[in-house]
């Protein structure tokens, strides 16, 4: 029997039980490999849905470059900034992003850590959507200052005025939390691609990619010791990413919660902020991993087991936000505070109550539909669900940012918001450029972790196998 | 500029003489072309160094083949460093100093020169600050009785008007250029034409300077066929109908507020309009806040529209603009005027019984104010009230008018009109205005015009008028020469040139001098002249030697460090500091005369005139007219159908001579917060019942006549009453007035020009969104501003205690800081203020702000830092008024400084909240984070970087923002840095209100106090240990440096009760 039949052998065992499995019956080593490395070693693999993504990708970053010349050239005017409302579209996008990164970083190391086996097929490109989530939020605190040109003030270095960063401020906390974050999650995707690349380095079919994957790979051969620190690395990382996925968001939401206005200043938004990202996050990982499986075939990887899983993440971070949406007008009630009471009513019922009731309706009702079984496991409505999630937090921020914004202490400074198309264009430019870097990483990365894959299979079990 | 290099005075137009036409000739220039300078050396003519002919032109050139490697490298490192530079390039400019400096001229130190600004011909006395001849600021004279050191709106804004970018620049004829000399030739030819002045026309407005005035009279005498037309659209026609029905004569009035323990305003806006206002303000206030603010006045208003002191009013009536009269009528029955029969039937009658006891109870203390824009019925009536009050004489004061020739001067234009059908008018001289645009629209004059043979027209701009005139003359602005004008009680202000005219710009009195003399004499020579004749007469009142004595020290509060005479001799060289080549200086250069330099006497009474600001004694003699009519003779105004229209004239561009004024225009009126736009006002219940919503196009048909505006429902106005403001729609004035509003003018004819009825308001469908400052205006069931009635207080003196929850001052983690050296605060009495704006756009002249323009504040990205917030109580129908002006807070605990990323935003040692404008990246936090929002952001490039004329008005001791970085009040720091220098070099303390703010110093009733807390003795301290002491959002713990007073009224209890308390 060959090495190959052998590993059949084991993974055609019946299933116990009807838990769907991790990973379809009938896998082997070889194959596994195969799958996953042909997307970026061979072109015909490569189905029309991604030439459909790169385009509507290139077409709204050509957007978003032709906006940020001109913001740049012209001023944040461009923008529906005002006073009183002075952050806008460019924050809201700014929280919604880091909120989606949440996810990858979630799956990628909490997941490890609480030795979540399931993680394994979609944390490459859960940690990958971290990345340029989080590359596409920072861009935002960037493109909505008044002078750009000199965003590296906020950073602390040695200058010539002797002067630092004020460090009571939570926007230099924000830029410490996204940074460290930004870095941590860097490394820890790369660190865990170190063996793939070796691996797409090994089956490269011509000079060009077995030099791009071989400088990228490190000179990894694999040699248990190179296993024994790669395994180390991957643990300390994840131990300091973990605490990221908490403070992170946490932080962001001190940008609101410093802040003497009603609406912001309120002790529940970091747990409230970590939650919304979190469900955020697991909506975007759905909305990436819905089409790519499939479009490229990945239904014995990605298993129904891994959909269900993550609408059940998604529907447990909801339930956690609907709480806190519910406790937010009890504590304006129960503070007495005529401001917080007046918000809360102006949310509810004011000029922009559309995304109050919104947000409602994105983030707490129509998820409830998640109960239902056929709605975690049909990727259709699941997907539908996703999408409506995604809106439904970025309205949530909207709904944060202005409502508390254009009406606050003196009625005399209240002001409606009405954002510009250049508002719009820079969202979904971010889009754009968050679609065509994904487009890329699927194409030339190796998007679900073959090595980690392959160590669920049976077969790689202690025991070759004998036991689920 | 080295081959014709024309010395300055050459170039002087208004100085032609033999010599200089002999330069011109040789120079080969006409002598009025027009003169676009770029840096002072340039306008002055000062000899620029000559470049080096083989100096720097082709570096590229100069480089051997070999180095051509080295040129690229050069090259590429500069391009890399160009982009170092990020997005500002700084033009090259030569700093060169002077070689024979003006006397007393100190670069960085401004001087200050007395002068005054005339609105419709009515002055205000000024002192205004130049700074290396630039002037920047205007504030107030403190010995001039229409100022007393505060300023109206107009007289602040009137130094942008001198930079206005728009003004004419050259004499035209049939639109091309010509020169001064062909201009008083052909006007000298044309009039010489004429038999005796026979088909001479002069239009004029109002005409109150004597020079001016003598003129007139002088050319009359001289031609005695000439007619003379005065005729200002928002004139006080009606005042002098009024008179002539009362009197039998002209008069003007004079109104002594602080004797008057009630007032009784009837449709009139005189807190805040007009340039008598702010002493009228100043009296209202201090009489207020009498014995503690325990005596306090009474002021009753009926108005036609919600007006500032309408608002500010114990008890306010909204009433249509023909039931004011009808009201009058029965008041005067009740207090007893004789012949007056009440009407009996008065809707109103309640308030005519309880104003009536009022005013009756305090005899010879109480005043009844007709306004401008009320039928002369009214005035005349007002009149009778008074006499039969016992006021005339006390509070209110009839003096000779102060006009040269009172005239009727709807009538004046009318005969104009008439003259022009019958042909006999072939020269017709505007001096000034706009008729074509602002005359009666039944008048039509834009097309009599044309019947007219020739057409001249001075004015400051080339405007709907001098499109259809022939000749059009540039006019000097009051601070480019010499002039006089009379303040609201007559007092005379010789006017100083502090700058010399930017263009080839002319005064009245030179071009009608024309007619008098050829060639003409220039301003100086006339005004001195005219002077010399008539103070010849009161020689004996002269002041003497000892004026000079009052020359020295400083005009400003506080600012020794001017030597002395600087005013004086500063005055005479007024128009030649600019240059620095200038030979002879002051009076002696530009006297009439050797002869006269010798009268020391009259020398010394003209310095210390002209350093002043005033003449002395030269108010106009008190009168004491006798009511000479039967009132009851007085037709009763005819019974109104349907609904009335208004015509008011704007509070800030009155008639529309102040539209191309972007400030104007970006100041929001006082109660509506509109800017860039006038507005058809009509009451929620007309709004309702004719179905037309806010902002939407109507077509008002008014006796035939159409015009379409744009509705704005105004809480206070009366029903079935639209009041639509003047001044608005330019078609041709300059990029500030063109297209803002719609032309009230096109309604208004010669036989109604106030009021009419006959209205029909017809919708099309469309809507138009007007621009506002201020979106919201009620308070939300918010403490933000705290009043209350004045028997209150005195039951209660802590009521405001009770009202605030502050929190305890140990409320905080952190040690308190101690500050040992100055605590800088400021104290706002909202009893005081009167919603005049007079401070904001005083702040925005001194600190540099820019005008964004109506597209800028629909997207609510206004940049003034000092607002007046206004809120509304109550009623729509008749709501209450609420007056805050709201500046930076100065928070001790500011939540916008913890919250910058880059400590843009410090607090400074004497308690300041700083803003580092070179620090900022804009984040914008800190203005989230301000609950009273007063940060401003420069979302866009907001100054104007490009516009030349509009850099030399700047204030230099403030930076000039760019875009992208957050700005606010700064308590006017540069005031206080230079206080500081002041007071260490002569190491001493600041002075209390040695520093004052622009908005204190501008405030007509001193509402704003600023000052150093840390002295008790201080004012402020005093104000801030008041029981009506609060700070607004207390309960937040900012614990902000700037507090309020807490506004105290005085209902009449009769009233009160009457009322339902609807009104306080």
């Known amino acids: ?105 979630l799956i990628s190391a909490f997941l490890l850590l609480l030795n979540q086996p399931w993680r394994s097929s979609i944390n490459r490109f859960a940690e990958a959507m971290t990345i340029f989530a989080v590359i596409c939020a920072g861009m ?194 129960y503070s007495g505070d005529q401001f917080e009471i007046a918000l809360v009513h102006n949310r509810a019922f004011g000029p922009h109550a559309w995304t109050y009731w919104g947000v409602i309706l994105c983030n707490v009702l129509i998820p409830q539909l998640l109960w239902i079984r056929r709605f975690r496991v049909r990727t259709k409505p699941l997907f539908a669900i996703s999408v409506v999630i995604l809106y439904g937090m970025w309205l949530e921020r909207y709904m944060i940012i202005i409502t508390s914004l254009h009406r606050d202490f003196l009625p005399s400074a209240w002001a409606n918001f009405i954002a510009t198309v250049w508002d719009n264009f820079l969202v979904f430019g971010s889009i754009g450029v968050f679609i065509v870097l994904f487009a890329l990483f699927v194409r030339f990365l190796p998007m679900i972790s073959m090595y980690e894959v392959r160590e669920l299979l049976p077969f790689s079990r202690p025991g070759g196998g004998s036991e689920k | 500029m080295k081959q014709d290099f024309i010395p300055l005075e050459a170039l002087r137009a208004n100085k032609p003489g033999p010599a200089n036409t002999a330069v011109l000739k040789a120079t080969g220039r006409e002598p009025s072309s027009p003169r676009y300078w770029r840096s002072l050396e340039e306008l002055s003519g000062a000899k620029l160094p000559e470049r080096e002919p083989d100096g720097e032109p082709d570096f590229a050139a100069k480089l051997s083949e070999k180095s051509r490697r080295r040129f690229l490298e050069l090259m590429g490192a500069s391009l890399g460093l160009a982009g170092l530079t990020a997005c500002t390039r700084q033009p090259t400019e030569f700093i060169v100093p002077y070689a024979q400096p003006p006397e007393n001229a100190i670069p960085g130190r401004p001087m200050h020169f007395a002068t005054a600004v005339p609105v419709d011909g009515i002055a205000q006395g000024v002192i205004v600050e130049t700074h290396l001849g ?383 003399q050829f060639p003409p004499r220039n301003s100086y020579e006339i005004l001195r002249g005219y002077w010399m004749g008539e103070h010849t007469g009161a020689r004996g009142q002269g002041p003497g030697a000892s004026g000079r004595g009052a020359a020295a020290g400083g005009q400003r509060l506080g600012a020794s460090g001017r030597g002395p005479a600087a005013g004086g001799q500063g005055a005479a060289a007024g128009g030649q500091r600019l240059g620095a080549s200038q030979g002879p200086e002051g009076a002696r250069g530009q006297g009439p005369g050797a002869s006269q330099g010798t009268d020391f006497e009259f020398e010394a009474w003209w310095r210390k005139s002209v350093h002043d600001g005033l003449i002395a004694d030269s108010a106009v003699a008190e009168i004491k007219p006798a009511i000479a009519a039967d009132l009851s003779q007085l037709p009763a105004p005819a019974q109104r159908n349907g609904i009335e229209l208004v015509f008011r004239a704007d509070p800030y561009i009155n008639g529309g001579e102040y539209a191309n004024n972007g400030w104007l225009q970006e100041l929001p009126r006082p109660m509506t917060k509109l800017t860039w736009d006038n507005a058809v006002h009509l009451s929620p219940a007309t709004a309702k019942r004719l179905g037309i919503g806010d902002q939407r196009v109507v077509r008002l048909n008014y006796r035939g006549r159409k015009v379409e505006g744009v509705t ?233 970087w490009v516009t030349d004329t509009l850099k030399l008005q700047r204030n230099p001791d403030v930076s000039v923002r760019s875009r992208g970085v957050m700005e606010k009040c700064t308590y006017c720091v540069q005031r206080i840095r230079q206080g500081e220098i002041r007071s260490a070099d002569e190491n001493r303390y600041i002075h209390d209100l040695e520093v004052q703010t622009a908005c204190q110093q501008a405030c007509p009733t001193q509402a704003i106090v600023f000052g150093d807390m840390n002295q008790r003795a201080n004012r402020i301290s005093q104000l801030k240990s008041e029981k009506l002491n609060y700070a607004l959002l207390a309960e937040l713990n900012t614990r902000p440096n700037t507090t309020y007073l807490a506004e105290l009224r005085n209902p009449n209890p009769a009233l009160n009760a009457q009322n339902g308390g609807g009104r306080g």
């Not at chain 2, 009440?342 to 009536?356: G, K, L, R």
Request: aromatic letters at 10%; glycine letters at 8%.
């Open chain 1, 1 to 105: 029997m060959t090495v190959e039949e052998k590993q059949l052998e084991t993974t055609r065992r019946p299933e116990p039980g009807d838990a769907p499995a991790v990973i379809a019956p009938g896998q082997t080593f070889g194959a596994v490999t195969a799958q996953i490395s042909s997307v970026p070693l061979l072109r015909r693999t490569i189905p029309p849905l991604w030439y459909i993504a790169v385009a509507i990708g290139l077409a709204l970053v050509l957007i978003f470059l032709v906006t940020v010349s001109y913001l740049f050239g012209t001023g944040v005017g461009i923008l529906g900034l005002q006073i009183p409302v002075a952050w806008g579209y460019p924050i809201t996008t700014f929280v919604w992003w880091i909120g989606i990164g949440h996810a990858g970083t």
């Open chain 1, 140 to 333: 935002f605190p960037i493109l909505h200052l008044g002078r750009p040109w000199v965003a590296y003030w906020i950073l602390p270095y040695p200058n010539t005025m002797t002067i630092q960063p004020q460090f009571r401020s939570p926007l230099v906390w924000d830029v410490f939390a996204v940074s460290t974050y930004f870095t941590v999650s860097l490394l820890f995707w790369y660190l865990g691609m170190i063996p793939d690349l070796a691996t797409l380095r090994d089956q490269s079919k011509n000079r060009f990619s077995y030099a791009f994957y071989g400088i990228l790979s490190w000179g990894w051969r694999g040699a248990s010791r190179h296993w024994r620190l790669h395994e180390t690395a991957s643990l300390l990382l994840a131990g300091l990413a973990t605490p990221l996925v908490l403070s992170v968001h946490t932080v962001v939401s001190f940008d609101f919660t410093i802040a003497i206005l009603p609406g912001w200043h309120s002790t529940i938004f970091p747990p409230y902020f970590v939650a919304g990202a979190i469900y955020s996050g697991f909506a975007m990982v759905l909305v990436l991993m819905l089409p790519i499986r499939a479009a490229f075939g990945l239904d014995n990887l990605i298993t129904e087991r891994h959909i269900n899983n993550c609408a059940k993440l998604m529907l447990t971070t909801g339930l956690i936000l609907a709480y806190t949406y519910a406790i937010e007008p009890f504590t304006a009630w």
């Open chain 2, 134 to 516: 630039r002037p920047t600021k205007v504030e107030g004279n403190p010995a001039h009785p229409s100022s007393l050191g505060a300023t109206s709106v107009l007289s602040q804004s009137s130094v942008l008007d001198l930079y206005d970018p728009d003004r004419a620049r050259v004499v035209t004829y049939l639109g091309n250029q010509r020169s001064w000399d062909d201009f008083i030739n052909a006007f000298h030819q044309s009039a010489g034409l004429l038999q005796a002045g026979a088909g001479l026309h002069i239009l004029t407005q109002t005409v109150c300077s004597p020079t001016l005035g003598s003129q007139l009279k002088a050319v009359l005498e001289a031609l005695p066929q000439a007619k003379w037309h005065q005729y200002h659209p928002t004139g006080a026609h009606s005042a002098y109908s009024g008179a002539q029905l009362a009197f039998g004569r002209p008069v003007n009035t004079v109104y002594r507020l602080d004797r008057a323990d009630v007032i009784l305003g009837l449709d009139s806006d005189f807190l805040a309009c007009g340039q008598a206002s702010t002493r009228m303000a100043r009296e209202f206030a201090v009489r207020r806040r009498q014995g503690n603010r325990l005596d306090m006045n009474r002021l009753y208003v009926i108005e036609s529209i919600l007006t500032s002191t309408g608002g500010k009013a114990d008890h306010r009536l909204p009433m249509r603009w023909a039931d004011v009269e009808v009201f009058a009528r029965d008041l005067a029955a009740a207090i007893g005027v004789k012949g007056m029969a009440a009407s009996n039937n008065n809707p109103h009658q309640q308030w005519i019984s309880a104003v009536a006891a009022d005013l009756m109870a305090h005899y010879g203390a109480s005043a009844v104010i007709p306004g401008d824009h009320q039928s002369p019925g009214l005035h005349a009536l007002a009149h009778a009230i008074n006499a039969a009050l016992g006021n005339a004489g006390n509070t209110v004061v009839y003096t000779q008018p102060l006009e040269v020739q009172p005239v009727d001067q709807i009538a004046s234009i009318r005969d104009l009109a008439g003259a022009m059908d019958a042909g006999q008018v072939q020269l017709l001289l505007i001096l000034g205005g706009n008729p074509a645009y602002d005359a009666p629209a039944d008048l039509d004059l834009s097309n009599r015009l044309k019947k007219v043979r020739t057409v001249f027209h001075v004015s400051q701009h080339f405007n709907e008028t001098s499109v259809l005139c022939n000749w059009h003359v540039p006019e000097t602005h009051v601070f480019e020469d010499w002039g006089d004008a009379r303040a609201h009680d007559g007092t005379v202000t010789i006017t100083q040139p502090l700058i010399e005219p930017f263009y080839d710009a002319h005064s009245h009195a030179q071009v009608l001098d024309v007619l008098l």
């Open chain 2, 712 to 944: 704005w429902i105004a809480p206070g106005q009366p029903d079935d009453s639209i009041t639509i403001h003047l001044g608005y729609g330019h078609t041709n004035l300059g990029r500030a007035a063109n297209g803002a509003g719609f032309n009230a003018y096109l309604l208004r004819t010669s036989d109604s020009p106030w009021s009419g009825d006959g209205l029909q308001v017809e919708k099309t469908g469309r809507s138009f969104p007007l621009a506002t400052t201020q979106m919201q205006q009620t308070l939300e069931g918010r403490t933000l501003v705290i009043e209350d009635a004045v028997g209150r207080y005195q039951q209660d003196p802590d009521f405001v205690k009770h009202l605030v929850d502050e929190p305890e001052p140990d409320t905080t983690l952190y040690p308190a800081w101690s500050y040992t050296g100055y605590l800088w605060g400021m104290s706002i009495d909202l009893t005081a203020c009167v919603n005049c704006n007079a401070c904001v756009v005083a702040c925005q002249a001194e600190n540099n702000i820019p005008v964004v323009g109506k597209e800028q504040i629909l997207s609510r990205r206004g940049m003034h830092w000092l607002r007046i917030d206004t809120y509304y109580k109550g009623a729509a129908e008749n709501p209450q008024a609420f007056y805050q002006p709201v500046p930076c807070m100065q928070c001790e605990k500011a939540p916008c400084e913890l919250v910058c990323p880059v400590q843009a935003t410090q607090h400074s040692s004497d308690g300041l909240n700083d803003m580092v404008y070179n620090r900022c990246i804009g984040t914008r936090y800190c203005s989230n984070n301000c609950p009273y929002k007063v940060r401003r952001f420069n979302f866009l490039l907001f100054q104007d």
